[in-house]
């Protein structure tokens, strides 16, 4: 992940607002660690701190078209920009960057091509023929993104609030899925699937057509010339991102310049369940496997540094991101730059224990409905920030476009049954390979109970948590 700061129309053009830019800009270094540029026409800004991923050597932003009339910077991965750039071809591109389909698309297109882009995105595009300027936020809103208005009558952006919360008199989140168009003066919704209407669906569970999606979504998330991993609790869902991951590696570019053998990752409180379920589906798989320990002293010190990163008062995130911000930074310590996390599932699935109470399907698809929409609050927010905090991504499969809808497009009554749930997700998504009698089945939490990173602070640590964010 990387760092975008923009500030447009703000009547000031002094070499004093670029550096106050520049400062700004600045406190979202920690997302993009190996470079920073700003660019600047007139009295609009747009300043990039760049997390190298795709294309290290030529991918510096902010990006721009083939005569610099159009400037964009990103925060994301764009998964089919090979596809997208064979649909430009009378386009130069100037890097390697999967960002940079991005100008050539819009100059193409105009303002609708945003729905063409597959991955997680939040971008600001300047066109600097009428300094008009659109920005946009992936489907779920996996990527950050916040939108502020200044006294001046500027508007800002920026991949955290703390780029905007001096500068602004109002700021807010960036709704996810949404469009932002300085010519409409306004938000307009890009992403429209079909769930969204909440309408009961009807299709036949079909596992080899949910395994399909769910292997597609996870081998798109192989694009990489840097090393990562795989995060492995050693629960279902974190098991069967691995799983498939390992299966894949070998015909990867990454393997060739990395390696076949997977890197995974556990964290943990010393005998904690998730440890011991990590370690036995690492061994199943034969991945390097890394275990990192801490006590619930050090969850509490670090308590102060991941309200600071993640922007949340929410207690149950802070508890959750506190595990996984400790784990990142001992994660990018080994040279990896990249992670495949597991988040996502237990929204689309129905996966947490309240759903068993759910008195109907109608209301059981609703609730998932409401939870997937929510997730940029909670579990995505926790994941991008709590390892972008270390300059570390985190890309999550469960939470692809194409996933989604093919999940959600399921008979919900074929995910309330608690049996054939852990089928849906196991059995489907694997196949023969993830039945019960194979030991990667026995190793995962399949009884209800979830042990995971949310537990691993204990009361002790909970309650301290609440005085801390009493007396803050």
């Given at each position: ?47 990039h701190q760049r997390l190298a991923i795709i294309d290290p050597a030529s991918g510096d932003q902010p990006l721009f078209n083939e005569d610099k009339s159009v400037v964009v910077t990103v925060n994301g991965e764009i998964y089919n920009h090979e596809e997208l750039r064979s649909r430009l071809p009378n386009h130069k ?380």
């Open positions: 992940m990387c760092g975008i700061l923009a500030v447009l129309g703000c009547s000031d053009d002094t070499q004093a607002k670029r550096f106050r830019v520049l400062e700004l800009s600045r406190r979202l270094k920690h997302r993009g660690p190996d470079w920073s540029g700003l660019y600047q026409h007139g009295d609009c800004y747009l300043a591109f100037r890097t390697g960057s999967d960002c940079d389909v991005i100008a050539h698309l819009y100059e193409e297109f105009g303002e609708d091509f945003v729905d063409m882009l597959d991955g997680i995105f939040a971008f600001v595009l300047l066109d600097t023929r009428d300094n008009s300027f659109i920005a946009a936020r992936d489907a779920i809103g996996v990527t950050p993104l916040y939108i502020g208005w200044g006294l001046d009558g500027s508007i800002w952006i920026s991949s955290e609030m703390k780029g905007l919360n001096d500068d602004c008199e109002h700021f807010e989140v960036f709704p996810p899925g949404h469009l932002y168009s300085s010519k409409q003066g306004g938000f307009r919704r890009w992403y429209n699937p079909p769930w969204f209407s909440e309408a009961v669906p009807s299709t036949p569970y079909d596992p080899l057509v949910l395994r399909k999606a769910f292997e597609d979504a996870v081998i798109k998330r192989l694009m990489t010339d840097v090393p990562f991993g795989v995060l492995l609790s050693g629960g279902l869902d974190s098991s069967l991102v691995a799983s498939i991951t390992a299966r894949h590696l070998a015909g990867t570019k990454a393997a060739k310049q990395w390696g076949t053998q997977l890197h995974s990752f556990c964290v943990g409180l010393e005998g904690s369940p998730d440890l011991k379920a990590g370690r036995e589906v690492a061994d199943y798989l034969g991945t390097v496997h890394h275990e990192f320990h801490f006590t619930v002293q050090d969850g509490i010190d670090a308590i102060e540094d991941v309200i600071f990163h993640i922007e949340t008062y929410d207690v149950t995130t802070i508890r959750a991101a506190t595990p996984m911000f400790l784990m990142s930074r001992k994660i990018k310590s080994l040279g990896v730059k990249m992670v495949i996390s597991g988040e996502g599932s237990d929204e689309i699935f129905g996966g947490y224990l309240y759903f068993h109470k759910a008195p109907n399907k109608e209301e059981f698809h609703q609730e998932t409905c409401r939870k997937i929409k929510a997730l940029h609050q909670y579990d995505c927010l926790r994941a991008n920030k709590a390892t972008s905090a270390w300059g570390l991504e985190a890309r999550v499969p469960f939470l692809d476009k194409a996933f989604i809808n093919t999940a959600m497009a399921i008979d919900p009554e074929a995910k309330m049954v608690t049996q054939k749930k852990e089928e849906l997700k196991s059995g489907c998504l694997e196949g023969p390979l993830m039945m019960r009698s194979n030991p990667i089945c026995q190793s995962i939490s399949c009884t209800g109970k979830k042990n995971s990173l949310v537990m691993e602070l204990d009361i002790a640590g909970l309650m301290a948590l609440k005085i801390m964010l009493l007396n803050m």
